[in-house]
Antibody, heavy 117, light 106 residues
Framework: EVQLVESGGGLVKPGGSLRLSCVAS????????VNWVRQAPGKGLEWVSS????????YYADSVKGRFTISRDNAKNSLYLQMNSLRAEDTAVYYC??????????WGQGTLVTVSS | SYELTQPPSVSVSPGQTASITCSGD??????ACWYQQKPGQSPVLVIY???KRPSGIPARFSGSNSGNTATLTISGTQAMDEADYYC?????????FGGGTKLTVL
């Protein structure tokens, strides 16, 4: 069974940093691109970042470029999102999602990040 | 930047057909996909590559994509289909979501 389990969310002050993790199981993690997608409270989905299977190709939404860094460790079946210079508008549930054929076929349960003083 | 536009809400009676549209410049030249999200749950992929259904998704869900519009069609809509629906596409390696449509079954 494919599983994606996020962790690392919490309350952080504006300007602060947080590192999210996503551990994958049930499939060959190193064979897939993976993504972070977020959803602000009561709002729609917003794609944040993606990383290719080998880590060679990385993309970011304009809203997080220069502040967030995506990475992966295929030996640990893990995806990461380093978030710096956090703003109130970064408050959201952050999901990791597996990439398949131009879509996201499996999603984690999400981890809540709250940026507030 | 590329944008996808969805109607904020669609209403349908049980047993009828619901159609949710997603508009974007030359969207028909790209693959579109659709997600269903129920309150408090993670999104679920219901259509990929514009018209394909993942395993486990009921046959009443179908998709099409042509010109500037992708459409998710739910035939014989059931109460359990009440949810938010999001379209998504790729543009220059960036993934883009529509704003979402709340489907009400009443």
């Amino acid at each position: 069974e494919v599983q994606l389990v996020e962790s690392g969310g919490g309350l952080v002050k504006p300007g602060g940093s947080l590192r999210l993790s996503c551990v994958a199981s049930g499939f060959t993690f190193s064979g897939y691109s993976v993504n972070w997608v977020r959803q602000a409270p009561g709002k729609g989905l917003e794609w944040v970042s993606s990383i290719s299977s080998s880590g060679s190709y990385i993309y970011y939404a304009d809203s997080v470029k220069g502040r967030f860094t995506i990475s992966r460790d295929n030996a640990k079946n893990s995806l990461y999102l380093q978030m710096n210079s956090l703003r109130a508008e970064d408050t959201a549930v952050y999901y990791c999602a597996r990439d398949l054929l131009s879509s996201f076929d499996y999603w984690g349960q999400g981890t809540l990040v709250t940026v507030s003083s | 930047s590329y944008e996808l536009t969805q109607p904020p809400s669609v209403s349908v009676s049980p047993g009828q057909t619901a159609s949710i549209t997603c508009s974007g410049d030359k969207l028909g030249d790209k693959y579109a996909c659709w997600y269903q999200q129920k309150p408090g749950q993670s999104p679920v992929l219901v259509i990929y590559q514009s018209s394909k259904r993942p395993s486990g998704i009921p046959a009443r869900f179908s998709g099409s994509n042509s010109g500037n519009t992708a459409t998710l069609t739910i035939s014989g809509t059931q109460a359990m289909d009440e949810a938010d629906y999001y379209c998504q596409a790729w543009d220059s390696s960036l993934r883009v979501f529509g704003g979402g449509t709340k489907l009400t079954v009443l």
